[in-house]
């Protein structure tokens, strides 16, 4: 009687823990509703949406000068390639990783790891540099690579934790069909791949959705510039309106929400990928 007591009291406090995270995580998108529904000249500090009398206003203007809908337009497009380049060539550089554990490959994967602890910031000098030399300063393209590159290594490290708890017999049972290795790749291991894809979606869709400050010094035209400075310098000129802002991250944030509503099922399946075999 005295453990399931304990039981019970452990698992209310691990619920009350995770509500109190949860009610932590949740603040910042109520203060943003809670401010983006009042008019510019309304400076309380409620933490109550407006019901009525909403300043649909803020959104519009949003929209129309702060030029929402163009930066969401083009961090689709950045997130969309970047995220698929990650997840093509982070599976396939992760399969002989994962499949022949020779001196090398392992020596490769330390590397890859080891490239997860540099920080993006330390390198933006002679990344910028490099950009302008090979003209990907303002482009779709010079971004995407960079932001490809900066997500490969978690990207592979997820893969390969994965790819070793998938049996070697499935590959052993293709070559004996006469399959070959891009054959069985293709056809029978990235099929198995759903759930850690879905985490490696998540995690580098909203890396490169929400990431400022490379692309704030790599696409300085607002005709490529993505949501997060067009959001830094919209919000800067509408300092004295804090309704506006709150919109224009609002409505940033919704595709993101949205992708990670739809994948969540599969999130924590990838994550603990490897763990167990």
Not at 124 to 149: C, D, E, F, K, Q
Not at 206 to 228: C, F, H, K, R
Request: charged share 10%.
């Amino acid at each position: 009687m005295k453990n399931h007591d304990n039981h019970v009291f452990t698992r209310g406090f691990a619920y009350l823990f995770l509500g109190i995270v949860c009610l932590l995580q949740l603040l910042p998108f109520w203060l943003a509703i809670c401010t983006a529904s009042k008019p510019a000249t309304d400076l309380s500090s409620t933490l109550v949406p407006r019901t009525k009398n909403i300043e649909w206003s803020n959104f519009t203007l949003a929209i129309t000068e702060g030029g929402v809908l163009r930066a969401m337009i083009n961090s689709a497009i950045i997130t969309v390639c970047a995220t698929v380049l990650t997840c093509v060539i982070g599976a396939m550089a992760a399969y002989p990783l994962a499949r022949r554990l020779s001196r090398f490959n392992k020596a490769v994967s330390t590397v890859i790891l080891s490239l997860m602890m540099i920080p993006p910031l330390s390198v933006l000098v002679p990344v910028y540099s490099m950009m302008v030399r090979i003209g990907g300063v303002n482009t779709y393209w010079g971004i995407i690579l960079l932001s490809t590159a900066g997500n490969l290594p978690l990207a592979i490290f997820l893969y390969t934790s994965f790819i070793k708890a998938i049996p070697e017999s499935i590959d052993e049972a293709g070559m004996i069909d006469g399959a070959n290795r891009a054959t069985i790749f293709f056809r029978l291991i990235m099929p198995l791949l759903k759930p850690v894809t879905a985490t490696v979606i998540i995690m580098t869709s909203v890396g490169v959705w929400n990431e400022y400050a490379m692309s704030n010094y790599l696409l300085t035209d607002q005709a490529y510039q993505p949501i997060a400075p067009r959001i830094a310098s919209f919000f800067a000129q509408q300092s004295s309106n804090m309704g506006v802002g709150a919109a224009a991250a609002l409505i940033s944030a919704l595709p993101i929400v949205v992708v990670y509503l739809f994948f969540q099922r599969y999130f924590i399946a990838g994550m603990v990928a490897g763990s167990q075999k």
